[in-house]
């Protein structure tokens, strides 16, 4: 859903390890839900995109896992790299047909 | 194929002044969304425009913002009498609209500063 002001919650991880970065979304009709990938500075780009009537998509080392009994996304991402360092947002769709962002989470890799 | 595209990049204003942010979209992308985005913060939605319709402003500020996308030229986020609370990064993603998978293109966004 909407962020609301809060601050980013944040993820570290050591370099070679797996991040699971978790969402909640809000509207039980949304169908269709996207990752985004913010670098300082910059604008989102797309990671990996769900449709509802699935409940798992893989990518190149990312799969997000979509619950839609508790309204909950995850992005996991495999062997996680220093260039992988960024806020990740969940998006999801509206009625109207534009998405809606939740919160993020700023993830740190470690060297 | 230009991405979308977002000017000025950085902007200037003093309280009570206008800020207009321009948002070019992507080749073939006839809809527009803005969003709002303070340091630290998610992005939070304001609208979203067809060429010459708005389809959803319900995040836009009642007083002060407007928000137009012409049949021709890009999209024009206005705020007026702006205030220090205004300051922030505000992104343009576009899309193809209808039929299209629903993915969003971002611009690099326009970073607002209000003295």
């Known amino acids: 859903g909407e962020s609301v002001g809060l601050h980013l919650p944040t993820l570290s991880v050591q370099e070679g390890d797996n991040s699971i970065i978790n969402c909640a979304y809000s509207?039980?009709?949304?169908?269709?839900f996207i990752w985004y990938k913010q670098e300082s500075g910059k604008g989102p780009q797309f990671i990996i995109d769900i449709r509802s009537n699935m409940d798992k998509r893989q990518g190149q080392r990312v799969t997000v896992l979509l619950n839609k009994t508790v309204k909950h996304l995850s992005l996991q991402i495999a062997a996680t790299q220093p260039g992988d360092s960024a806020v990740y947002f969940c998006?999801?769709?509206?009625?109207?047909?534009?998405?809606?962002f939740g919160a993020g989470t700023r993830l740190t890799v470690k060297p | 194929n230009a991405g979308v595209m977002q000017n000025p990049r950085h902007l200037v204003r003093r309280r009570g002044q206008e800020a207009r942010l321009r948002c070019s979209p992507m080749?073939?992308?006839?809809?527009v969304y803005w969003y709002r985005q303070l340091p630290e913060e998610g992005l939070k939605f304001m609208v979203y425009l067809q060429k010459e319709n708005i389809i959803d402003e319900s995040g836009m500020p009642k007083e002060r913002f407007s928000a137009e996308f012409p049949k021709e030229g890009p999209s024009i986020l206005r705020i007026q009498q702006v205030v220090r609370g205004d300051s922030a990064a505000y992104f343009c993603a576009s899309s193809p609209g209808q039929g299209s998978t629903g993915e969003l293109f971002f611009g690099e966004g326009s970073r607002l500063t209000v003295l």
């Open positions: 080749k073939g992308h006839s809809h």
């Open positions: 509207n039980s009709a949304s169908d269709y």
């Open positions: 998006a999801e769709n509206t009625l109207q047909g534009d998405m809606r």
